[in-house]
């Protein structure tokens, strides 16, 4: 992101002008505010978004890690016709 913004370093008054002068009569003079204004709600937005995963991030760090569960334990019951329904298997 700074290689993008390595040119803003170079910009002086006079261009600063220019370009101000090109949004004005490109957009309008109604227009700019409402453009100002949609520019500073995505800036703020982002910054907010921003600042949220910074929050989760630190938390995730600060609290540990939740132990792991084991499974229940389940008793298996030999097959014995009860356990099959009245069904013996071996005389069927």
Same mark, same amino acid.
């Given at each position: 992101m700074n290689g993008m913004l390595l040119f803003l370093d170079n910009l002086g008054g006079g261009e600063l002008l220019v370009i101000m002068v090109f949004v004005l009569f490109f957009f309008g003079s109604k227009k700019v505010p409402d453009l100002a204004r949609g520019l500073g709600r995505?800036?703020?937005?982002?910054?907010?978004?921003?600042?949220?995963?910074?929050?989760?991030?630190?938390?995730?760090?600060?609290?540990? +890690?939740?132990? @792991?569960?084991?499974?229940?334990?389940?008793? %298996? *019951? +030999?097959?014995? @016709?009860?356990?099959?329904?009245?069904?013996? %298997? *071996?005389?069927?």
């Open positions: 995505a800036s703020r937005e982002l910054k907010d978004a921003m600042n949220g995963v910074q929050r989760e991030i630190e938390q995730s760090m600060q609290t540990p +890690p939740p132990s @792991p569960q084991q499974p229940p334990k389940t008793i %298996e *019951k +030999p097959d014995t @016709p009860e356990n099959n329904g009245g069904i013996d %298997e *071996k005389n069927a």
